[in-house]
């Protein structure tokens, strides 16, 4: 059975809310669910304890060097993080060196081509109906000052 996700993570790989302000952020993004003829499955706030990779699953497509802009290869992604993490998905370093360049950066500083992201804390909304399917920048504005900090959306399906 596939997955339709909504992940709202900070901008900040490691930053991490308030209980409290991850609880009224999940419910003000619950909410955003329940107009006539929507549906959500859920909206949950999820805590990591180290920086977790929060992907795109099959919306995953290329992946950029931003300093060059050649193409890198999701393989080569893909391959860089299985053999930093193994079976587990989470992280403690995000620097790279890029194979086309050369250039030291850091994970998030790759260009993808289907938005991805590094946290460790998400909103993540759960197989939902909605028009329009995606949170506009108004929700994503009001849902960071719920959270008391700047947010982006990755969209996955799994």
Do not use: K
């Not at 992940?7 to 302000?21: C, G, K, L, N």
């Amino acid at each position: 059975m596939s997955e339709l996700l909504i992940r709202v993570i900070p901008t900040d790989p490691e930053w991490q809310p308030t209980a409290e302000a991850a609880a009224a952020a999940a419910e003000y993004v619950a909410g955003l669910f329940a107009g006539p003829g929507d549906h959500v499955e859920s909206v949950e706030p999820v805590f990591y304890d180290r920086i977790a990779v929060i992907d795109g699953g099959e919306y995953m497509e290329e992946v950029f060097c931003p300093r060059c802009g050649a193409s890198i290869g999701v393989d080569w992604f893909w391959d860089l993080l299985q053999d930093r993490t193994g079976d587990d998905p989470t992280l403690d370093d995000l620097a790279v060196t890029v194979p086309c360049c050369g250039a030291a950066l850091t994970l998030p500083d790759l260009r993808f081509e289907a938005p991805i992201g590094f946290a460790r804390f998400e909103v993540s909304v759960r197989n939902w109906a909605r028009a329009p399917w995606e949170l506009s920048d108004n929700e994503l504005t009001t849902t960071a000052a719920v959270l008391g900090h700047p947010v982006l959306q990755v969209h996955a399906h799994y």
